[in-house]
């Protein structure tokens, strides 16, 4: 749209491309008159998380833009050569759901389709280009589309890195066998999760709530049936189940443990899934006093780790066999 208004045209290079093919495309794109678009990465030649971002030909006389993911990011571009940031906000519910009736107008005279796309404007919160890719690859098929085709192709577009690992649910509600009163309330977590999109759109909390999600805590020993539990659930309600690999999130070194959950509840604040922590003592252990460096950040990745367990929007379960060791602000 910008291009556009500008009376040019946006164009973009194919996600492979290298940082030493970029001369020859900006060259193309400004002999054309076109404006390029480029992903902050393509510009870093260094694959440290803090390299600066080099322009490929300093001395060409081109506008361009460049996507960010995180304010810090324009810092590390030419401070001479950029113009103020502009932000563009993440589509909201309805407009997440204007896009699904314009990609899917022939699917919604399928009996079911209008809520499953309701739903699933909730649950995968896309923006209009992943939206796009999915409805493209309904598009594909020989049939017109169910609702559960709708919500595999959404699935099958959630990817968590390396940092978590995908579920597969073995087992259903029938062989999880529970006392009365944590068999009930497993039913009440799935009978919740179920029931959100009609709470926070139809009712309205979304406004106060800010479409926050769901959080668990399981506790027991070894053996008692907590993983199982979380794998039920999943299979209930439908969401992809991710284990939280903590080899992978908690680094020795200061401040890694942060922007490692920092990537991980940016991937799935995407998508409605089931963030399971299995050993969440580990992760989620009691605020020490301050002593050194490395007490005051283990802190403040505690503090962090529940601002965003605030403002997660899918459902997290988390498992320990040492309740008594997490931090008491989790335990609410």
Not at 124 to 153: K, N, S
């Amino acid at each position: 749209w910008l291009a556009g208004a500008l009376g040019a045209r946006a164009t973009r290079p194919s996600p492979g491309t290298r940082y030493e093919d970029l001369a020859p495309f900006l060259t193309l794109a400004w002999l054309r008159g076109d404006i390029p678009w480029l992903d902050f990465a393509q510009l870093v030649r260094d694959t440290h998380h803090d390299s600066p971002a080099e322009w490929p030909l300093p001395g060409l006389p081109i506008v361009a833009f460049v996507g960010i993911d995180e304010p810090g990011q324009a810092k590390r571009l030419p401070a001479r050569a950029v113009l103020p940031t502009l932000r563009i906000p993440a589509l909201d519910y309805a407009g997440r759901l204007a896009c699904w009736h314009d990609g899917l107008p022939a699917a919604r005279a399928v009996d079911g389709m209008d809520s499953a796309i309701a739903d699933c404007a909730r649950r995968f919160r896309f923006e209009a280009a992943g939206i796009d890719r999915v409805c493209h690859a309904l598009a594909a098929l020989d049939r017109t589309p169910t609702p559960a085709d709708l919500y595999a192709a959404c699935r099958g577009d959630v990817d968590l890195g390396e940092l978590a690992q995908w579920v597969v649910p073995r087992f259903g509600l029938e062989e999880l066998m529970l006392p009365a009163k944590q068999a009930g309330q497993v039913r009440e977590l799935i009978q919740a999760a179920a029931a959100l999109t009609r709470v926070h759109h139809e009712w309205g909390t979304a406004r106060a709530w800010n479409e926050s999600g769901l959080s668990a805590l399981f506790s027991g020993p070894p053996g008692t049936g907590k993983t199982m539990a979380a794998e039920v659930i999943a299979g209930a309600v439908g969401m992809p189940m991710y284990r939280i690999d903590l080899s992978q999130v908690v680094n020795k070194y200061i401040g890694e443990t942060e922007k490692n959950l920092r990537r991980l509840f940016d991937a799935a604040d995407a998508a409605d899934v089931i963030l399971f922590f299995d050993e969440a003592d580990a992760l989620f252990g009691k605020r020490t006093e301050v002593k050194d460096a490395h007490d005051r950040y283990a802190n403040l990745e505690v503090s962090y780790l529940l601002e965003r367990m605030e403002r997660f929007k899918g459902m997290a379960i988390l498992a320990t066999n040492r309740k008594k060791d997490l931090d008491e602000a989790f335990l609410r």
